[in-house]
C-alpha cells in the first residue's frame, strides 16, 4: 500500500493513531522510540465540516490528498495477465453456491477489460488455482486440503520455470483466490507464500499466514437467488447508487461484529 491509501484507511477509523511506512496501522503511537527501518506517521485530525471524512495531517506527509484520480487511471492503464497451465485442470469445479464465489471470480475475470493476453504488458499476474475444486475431489477433508496445497506447489513450480514474473518478483506481483477454510494455508509448503495476495474468507488475524495488509477479504458464497452465482454476471453491474446490498455479513447472527454491522 501507498502512504496515500494508508493514510485513506487510517483517516476513516477512529482507532487508527498512525501507521509506519512498512504499511503496518497503529492503534498507538510512541514518537519516543525509534522505529527501524521505517517512517512513523501520527494521525492528527483537522476539523472539518463532515468529521466522516476529518482530513489526516502527518509529521512527514502534509494534507492527504483523495486518490480518486488514482482510481480512474488504475480504471484505465490496470492490467492482469491470467497464466495458462494444465495443471489441476481436470478437477472438476464444484456446482454449488457453497464457496461459489472462487469459480465466480475467476469466470468474472477472465472477461474482465484488466486481463491482457500479452504476459509483458500486465501489473499483477494470477495464479488461477481452484482450491475448493481440489479439495472436494477428495472425501477426506485433510488429504484434500493437501491435495490442493500440492497442487498449488506444482503450478507456481511450472508457471516459475515457463515464466520470469514468479522469479524475478519472488511472487509479490502475484495473487490467487481461495474461498475455501483453508485460505492462506493453501500456499503451505511454498517458501515465498507471505509474498503472494490471497482472496481468502479467513482473514483471521489468529492465523499465522494472512497479513491484513496484503492479502484481501472476501465472502465465500456468492448467495442464492438473484445473487446466486449462476445470476451474477449476467447483467451489467449496478450503479453504486442503486444497490441495496453492501455489506457481507457472516458467522452466528448474535456475535458482536455481526449485530454492531446491522446497526
Not at 501507521?19 to 522505529?35: A, I, P
Not at 527501524?36 to 490528498?65: C, M
Request: hydrophobic share 35%.
Amino acid at each position: 500500500k501507498s502512504v496515500d491509501q494508508l493514510k485513506y484507511v487510517c483517516a476513516h477509523l477512529d482507532s487508527c493513531k498512525g501507521f509506519n511506512s512498512n504499511g503496518w496501522l497503529k492503534s498507538s503511537v510512541d514518537t519516543q522510540v525509534e522505529s527501524p527501518g521505517g517512517t512513523l506517521y501520527v494521525k492528527q485530525v483537522v476539523p472539518s465540516a463532515n468529521s466522516r471524512h476529518s482530513v489526516v495531517k502527518t509529521e512527514n506527509a502534509g494534507f492527504f490528498q483523495p486518490f480518486l484520480s488514482e482510481y480512474k487511471r488504475m480504471l484505465k492503464e490496470f492490467k492482469i495477465y491470467i497464466y495458462h497451465t494444465s495443471i489441476g485442470s481436470k478437477v472438476l469445479s464444484v456446482k454449488d453456491y457453497k464457496y461459489g464465489v472462487e469459480d465466480l471470480f475467476i469466470k468474472l475475470l477472465s472477461r474482465s477489460p484488466f486481463v491482457v493476453s500479452d504476459s509483458n504488458m500486465a501489473d499483477l499476474y494470477f495464479l488461477p488455482l481452484r482450491c475448493t475444486a481440489y479439495r472436494k475431489s477428495i472425501k477426506d477433508l485433510q488429504e484434500g486440503i493437501i491435495k490442493a496445497q500440492l497442487t498449488a506447489k506444482e503450478m507456481i513450480k511450472e508457471i516459475s520455470i515457463q515464466y520470469p514474473f514468479w522469479n524475478s518478483s519472488l511472487g509479490r506481483n502475484h495473487f490467487y483466490i481461495c474461498a475455501h477454510d483453508m485460505g492462506t494455508e493453501l500456499l503451505t509448503g511454498i517458501s515465498e507464500w507471505n509474498h503472494v495476495i490471497g482472496l481468502v474468507n479467513t482473514a483471521s488475524l489468529q492465523s499465522n499466514h494472512f497479513i491484513p495488509h496484503k492479502d484481501v477479504s472476501i465472502p465465500n458464497h456468492p448467495g442464492r437467488g438473484t445473487v446466486s452465482w449462476q445470476e451474477i454476471g449476467k447483467n451489467e453491474m449496478l450503479a453504486f447508487s442503486e444497490r441495496s446490498q453492501l455489506v457481507f455479513f457472516a458467522g452466528n447472527s448474535e456475535r458482536l461484529v455481526r449485530r454492531d454491522s446491522a446497526e
